[in-house]
């Protein structure tokens, strides 16, 4: 809870708690507690999460106010407004929060910029139209901030984004309205840093119905380290896509079957992994050309440039490195491998690879995917292992298990504490990228990954 929402309850409290008879002052705290109300409107914003505690407030000032005034006593509403209904109320909006991402550790600020990206030489193939790839992008980036930058909202036009992110995961459209509450701790459009040295780009790719900002917090944790890093919004693939003149993009439910064994499933998957790896390409020729607005040219090394993804965008950095040799390395998270064109599956990468998985997708040893995995993954040259994290669940390579402390038993992730899944999978993340984009050391990478308790070798 922010600062104004835990000052109203705890002044509730305080009211209903002292024994008959109430001083004077204690008498005016119900008021008080409207007034912070009022405050809280003002400057930290409504949520419906606080609604019983804004109804509470109300009727717990009149009555207070009527008994000062000797306008009359409400003696069968006082029997109800219990400390017991305050705590109830106050429950609400602790189990369902304003999430937060987490500061980064690294040296600098962090700046983000939103970008529109066409692709006239591609076709889009989900729209009914006639007409070039059209698609979004996010970048995390080292920045010069200065006094007058603001801080960036974790999401763009929430106002959208969330009910359909609340309907995807089987939640009142209405739940996660929130978000848009959400800053996170960067600066929207601020300066690139320029220095001597350039930085190394990273792609990321969501998953199907994810997001370009479902892994912010890992975006944020390695631009602060020196990396830039670029978030694809896969129109049609994304859970929802806004354009910049209004246009609404929904998520297009023919682009993936829902019937995995469908016969010609990886036939429809391989064609959507491979608009997704496209969009990929495309973005990488943009962020490394200096046109159409891009600040990032005289910033970024084009030799150094990496990729990861999470479920299907997992798939789709494996086909975009596998047929893009301007990747230099790449990591996956619970990559869903049937998208993958047959040629990389067969062949494997030339680039290092790394692989994190849940351990409620390794669990399913019988999936395709998996079989998959088993296949392509020996024969990639430059195998850097591959682990699974016990007590996780696929979600929790995202920001999403941030929504609230009952995310597991919404079923948004598994048991392990939020803190340490980003504890591990961030130190893993990190090392990798620091390993074979700058040519660091880590001592994670030697040895039996018995650095954590919680990880093992996935076999």
Known sequence: MRFLEIIIPVLLTLYLGWSHPRPGWVRLLPALALIVTLAHFAFEGYRWQMVPLYV??????ISALMKIFGA??????????????????????????????????GPFQVGTRIFEMVDESRREIYSGKDEARRYMIQVWYPAVVKADDVRAPWMENAEIFAPAIATYIDLPSFFLDHLALVNIPAYKDADV???????????????WNGFNAQNAGQALELASRGFIVVGMQHTYGAVITVFPDGTVAPNNPDALPDDRNDPNYEEVARVLVGQWAGDMS??????LSGEGGNPFAQSVDPARVGAYGHSTGGGA???FCGVDLRCVSVLGMDPFMRPVSAEVIESGLSQ???????QGWADDTESKSNALFRKFNPQNENNFGVISIEGTKH??????????????QLGLKGPLR?????????????????????????????????????????E
């Open 352 to 358: 290092p690879s790394f692989f994190m998985f849940s």
């Open 72 to 105: 009359g006593d409400w003696k069968a509403l006082a029997s109800y407004l219990t400390l017991s209904l305050v705590a109830l109320a106050t429950a609400l909006p602790i189990l369902l929060p304003i999430p937060r991402i987490p500061a980064p550790s």
């Open 317 to 319: 950095a494996v086909q």
């Open 395 to 408: 979600y929790d390579f995202s920001d999403l298990p941030l929504l609230s402390p009952i995310a597991p």
């Open 193 to 207: 840093l320029v220095t001597d040295e350039k930085f190394p780009v990273i792609l990321f790719s969501h998953g």
């Open 282 to 287: 495309h973005t990488l020729d943009f962020i």
């Open 56 to 61: 509470l407030t109300s009727l717990l000032a």
């Open 418 to 458: 939020g803190e340490r899944v980003v504890e591990i999978v961030n130190a893993y993340l990190l090392d990798f990228f620091e390993l074979t984009l700058r040519g660091g050391e880590s001592a994670l990478f030697e040895g039996g990954f018995d650095d954590f308790e919680e990880v093992s070798v996935f």
